[in-house]
Every structure is written in structure tokens, then in C-alpha cells.
Nanobody
């Protein structure tokens, strides 16, 4: 049984930073591509960042240069450092582990508001 638990969301002002964490139970973490996705109200879930087991990262243009994904295999944890947050970064952020199937966390709310 694989479980992903996200934490670190909250309410911040534009320009501020947050760091999200996602800890995985089970034995798949080291071999899984880990990712962060987000879903804003009324919109489809979208990719925010991914990181391979070897550490290769990928970001869409909307967050490139502001967000950074990293992983600690010893702690079964993936992080998302979010800097220079914008109003449009608001949404529920989900952690995903891609192994032989996809596993999702329950999500954590990030609200950027002035």
C-alpha cells in the first residue's frame, strides 16, 4: 500500500515563498518519478514539476525559475520550493508518484492573496 502525504500549504502574499513536502510510505519511492501538480478552482489539474530517480527535473514555463523540486531518497520525501509566488499560483497542490501505476496524495491548499 502506497500513501503520499503532502504538507506545507498555506496563505501567503504575492512575492512570498512556501515549501511543500510530500512523504511516501511503501517501497516505491526510490524508483518512482515524483511530481507536483496543481488544480485551481474551475480548471484542470496541471503539471508543476517532476523529478526522476536520478534527479532530472522538468517544469512548465509558468513556474520555471521560481519553483524548484527536489527529493531526499533517504527520507522518502519530495519537496517543492516555491518562490516569488503569484496570485495565479493559487490552487490545491498534489503530489504524484509514477511507478507501475500512479499514486496521488490528498492535496494541500496554497492560496496567494494580497
Amino acid at each position: 500500500q502506497v500513501q503520499l502525504v503532502e504538507s506545507g500549504g498555506g496563505l501567503v502574499q504575492p512575492g512570498e515563498s512556501l515549501r511543500l513536502s510530500c512523504t511516501a510510505s511503501g517501497s516505491i519511492f526510490r524508483g518512482a518519478v515524483m511530481g507536483w501538480y496543481r488544480q485551481a478552482p474551475g480548471k484542470q489539474r496541471e503539471l508543476v514539476a517532476t523529478i526522476t530517480p536520478g534527479g532530472t527535473t522538468n517544469y512548465p514555463e509558468s513556474v520555471k525559475g521560481r519553483f524548484a523540486i527536489s527529493r531526499d531518497n533517504a527520507k522518502n520525501t519530495v519537496y517543492l520550493q516555491m518562490n516569488s509566488l503569484k496570485l495565479e499560483d493559487t490552487g490545491v497542490y498534489y503530489c504524484k508518484a509514477a511507478w507501475t501505476q500512479n499514486y496521488w496524495g490528498q492535496g494541500t491548499q496554497v492560496t496567494v492573496s494580497s
